[in-house]
């Protein structure tokens, strides 16, 4: 813990903007309860590299209370939202209207949230005994699930190499190794702790101590959003009631900023629901084009590598763009109204193109 005011790298970052040294005097001593985190460890990426939008990463629940005086304009300028802002979470399927188009290329559908038990510290803060607690719950958490969602977990450490390969062709696998989770100090003691759950059927995971405590994804081939945020549901619910039974405990949840994530960015529902689909007609376009429509549907494009070999070069995984200030059945709505927007609109552009 350092007292002198440090050399903020990128400069256009929100940590730029808003740990002015007067914040920095008054907080630089500061250090959690949970994990004995500090403001220095926080912004630890926006003195190191150049290139962060946001830059800060909290340790524990503490921190954004401890540090709220950079953590709370940071959120609400990142988010969007106001000071009285207050987040409610809404998982029932039943509510979702409709479904992508059948006819639409999509090739899978992904949703993935993150979940913190409380407690223990954050991935950026959490201590080596704490990280070892998490798995060691989600172990038995993981024994109790039943029917679809029952599998089994396969912790890194000790990894023999023919499970390492199967998570590898599966696209299941977290490796260590990112430049901005090691600055943050989400890779120390590598890999203990750490590992992944799958059902049978392989269409639900649980990614254990990466960037955050918990990852749950729902994941399946084609365009059944619906049937995948229903298992998504399904899952969290039956993990929650599991890690409950186990050990009392319970996801943290804060009134205002929904579930508690590593990263401010992901706070609110943690929710990121994707699509692989072709859009050939908007390829043509051009991605500024694209971005731009999907900026007007709250929607946001990325290229993707392309799954097992199917690459044509006009496939886009479009997820939602927001994760605070709405609830996850809002999100899931605009994400698949969005895509059966895009999915017209790119009929016509075909033509337009010849196509």
């Known amino acids: 813990m350092s007292d ?33 985190f500090s403001l220095d460890k926080a912004i630890a990426c926006a003195v190191q590299f150049d290139n962060q939008h946001c830059g800060v990463y909290a340790g ?29 979470s809404d998982m029932d399927a039943s509510k979702i209207k409709g479904n992508i188009d059948p006819a639409a290329p999509v090739h899978s559908t992904r949703i993935r949230v993150g979940r913190s038990i409380d407690g223990f510290g954050l ?33 890194l450490t000790g990894m023999k190499e023919d499970v390492r390969q199967q998570l590898v062709d599966d696209h299941f696998l977290f490796v260590s190794g990112d430049p901005n989770l090691k600055v943050a100090g989400m890779e120390r003691d590598w890999p203990e702790g750490r590992g992944i759950f799958h059902n049978k059927e392989k269409t639900f995971l649980t990614w254990v101590n990466e960037e955050d405590q918990l990852r749950i994804i729902s994941m399946q081939k084609g365009g059944d959003v619906k049937a995948v945020f229903d298992r998504l549901a399904k899952g969290i619910k039956a993990v929650g009631d599991s890690v409950k039974t186990e050990s009392g405990k319970d996801f943290m949840l804060d009134a205002k900023y929904g579930y508690i994530h590593s990263c401010p960015t992901n706070l609110g529902t943690g929710m990121r629901a994707s699509v692989h689909v072709d859009l050939p007609g908007w390829t043509k376009e051009g991605l500024a084009t694209l971005q731009a429509r999907c900026e007007e549907l709250h929607l946001q494009p990325r290229g993707t590598r392309g799954e097992s070999g199917g690459q044509t070069g006009v496939t886009y995984d479009i997820s939602n763009k927001h994760r605070l200030g709405y609830s996850e059945v809002q999100l899931i709505q605009k994400m698949i109204d969005g895509v059966n927007t895009l999915y017209k609109e790119d009929l016509e552009l075909k033509k337009k193109h010849g196509l």
């Open 4 to 36: 002198s005011f440090p050399e903020i790298k990128s400069k256009d970052s929100l940590v730029a903007k808003h740990v002015t040294k007067p914040v920095w005097d008054n907080l630089s001593r500061a250090v959690t309860k949970t994990s004995g």
């Open 60 to 88: 524990d629940w503490d921190s954004y209370k401890v540090f709220a005086d950079v953590f709370d304009p940071i959120i609400k300028e990142y988010h969007g939202i106001t000071d009285d802002s207050i987040h409610t």
């Open 123 to 155: 991935s950026p803060g959490i201590t080596k005994e704490q990280r070892v607690g998490v798995e060691n719950l989600m172990k038995k958490a993981f024994a109790n699930l039943k029917d679809d969602l029952a599998g089994s977990y396969f912790p």
